[in-house]
């Protein structure tokens, strides 16, 4: 059987690039037109096109995500903007709206269209009708379990493909159908400006005791009843390939490129085998995230699903290796450190290194003992090897 497509999250040209670095496959990133993420997740028209030609040159897919729904005034719009993608050299438009996905097809037939997890697609007769439309890839619903995902996999043609999510924050609400923030905020999840009400905090008010709260208590005191764990599937992956996935997808347009790494870098070698799965979830644990589980994947989700709402790293970023020469690295500062912190080497050329900070070099050549301003620039002495594009780390939170 084929290896799976490790495919990766975009939201900005550093995340893209450190997507392509750790050994993505392909990425998924947003345009100008119905991407389903705030707008700074989104590239220009200019800064995609050049996207997509960086990500070719290093053999890496590009998908589009086209995956907001659509209001009557955006329908005339979706056929131009299908032919601009292929004139890029996009490889698929990732697309929720049936209307948009007829206009995609009807107007651009060439382009390849993979459906969105927002069409909740739960059964091989959904995927049937989506294949006669044109549809080449079906990303899952996240609400399919293993067994499912068989039975839906032998029941649909062999070249249709299937895409599952394998990392990242999961949605309380049906394949992300939320309203919460329409109702609170006015800002539409369906529209990529979700304010994430799911994660705070709520309590109970009987209608005749006004301004008495009675907190909303769940197993060890959780009260944000509406926030999920996050997805961690990097135990499970020869199962959700033997089931007929296709292509394992990160979620994470608006994390960080060190979050993208991060995943990227564990999974990448748990599908390739070069690292023990044991180290690769530590590695997981390395980035700030919820409180993992493998979702409804096996079945009924656990009862633990909702939490505190509490974040947990077992690593905090620190810097970005710009340059490195004459055993001395050129960082760009992330987070404070310390002349005497050990810092940790995320990188796709080497696994597990790690140095000691001895000197902390400013631009004018000066000396200091901490590192403490976002964004400067400043040198360190290595004795290990970087390179640019690697990242550093300090273990435990900040």
């Known amino acids: 059987m084929k290896k799976p497509e490790l495919l990766a999250p975009a939201g900005d040209r550093e995340s893209l690039e450190a997507a392509i670095a750790f050994g993505a496959d392909a990425v998924y990133m947003g345009g100008s037109l119905l991407q389903l993420r705030a707008k700074k997740a989104g590239f220009s028209d200019d800064d995609l096109r050049d996207a997509v030609q960086y990500a070719h040159s290093k053999g890496v897919k590009v998908y589009v995500t086209v995956n907001s729904f659509a209001f009557n005034d955006e329908i005339p719009l979706a056929g131009d903007y299908a032919r601009m993608l292929h004139s890029f050299g996009v490889d698929a438009a990732i697309i929720s709206d049936i209307g948009v996905m007829s206009e995609f097809h009807r107007c651009c037939p060439e382009l390849e269209i993979h459906v969105s997890t927002q069409a909740n697609t739960m059964n091989y007769a959904a995927a049937n009708v989506y294949y006669k439309m044109g549809a080449k890839r079906i990303v899952l619903a996240r609400e399919l379990s293993i067994e499912e995902i068989k039975k839906l996999r032998a029941n649909i043609p062999d070249d249709l493909e299937?895409?599952?999510?394998?990392?990242?924050?999961?949605?309380?609400?049906?394949?992300?159908?939320?309203?919460?923030?329409?109702?609170?905020?006015?800002r539409s999840g369906n529209r990529g400006e979700c304010s994430q009400p799911c994660r705070w905090n709520y309590a109970l008010v009987e209608e005749k005791r006004p301004g008495e709260y009675f907190p909303i208590i769940e197993e060890e005191?959780?009260?944000?009843?509406?926030?999920s764990h996050d997805l961690n599937c990097i135990e499970m992956l020869d199962d959700l390939r033997d089931a007929g996935?296709?292509?394992f997808k990160i979620e994470g347009r608006m994390k960080t490129a060190y979050y993208v790494a991060t995943c990227v870098n564990a999974y990448r070698k748990a599908l390739d085998g070069t690292d023990t799965i044991e180290h690769c979830r530590e590695e997981l644990n390395a980035i700030k995230h919820r409180p993992y589980n493998t979702g409804f994947y096996y079945g009924e989700v656990a009862k633990n699903h909702n939490n505190s709402g509490a974040y947990t790293q077992d690593a905090v970023f620190i810097a970005n290796v710009l340059d490195y020469s004459d055993s001395v690295a050129t960082l760009r500062q992330r987070n404070r450190f310390l002349v005497g912190d050990t810092l940790e080497?995320?990188?796709?050329?080497?696994?597990?290194?790690?140095?000691?900070?001895?000197?902390?070099?400013?631009?004018?050549?000066?000396?200091r003992d901490s590192a403490p301003h976002p964004n400067e620039i400043i040198r360190v002495p290595c004795d290990i090897e970087l390179h640019a594009g690697d990242f550093l780390r300090r273990r435990g939170e900040q």
Do not use: Q, Y
């Open 162 to 186: 299937l895409e599952a999510f394998v990392h990242g924050a999961m949605c309380m609400s049906h394949s992300g159908r939320c309203i919460l923030s329409s109702w609170f905020v006015n």
């Open 221 to 227: 005191g959780a009260t944000t009843v509406l926030s």
């Open 245 to 247: 996935v296709t292509s």
């Open 345 to 367: 080497v995320l990188s796709p050329h080497t696994n597990g290194l790690s140095f000691k900070v001895t000197k902390i070099i400013t631009e004018d050549g000066g000396e």
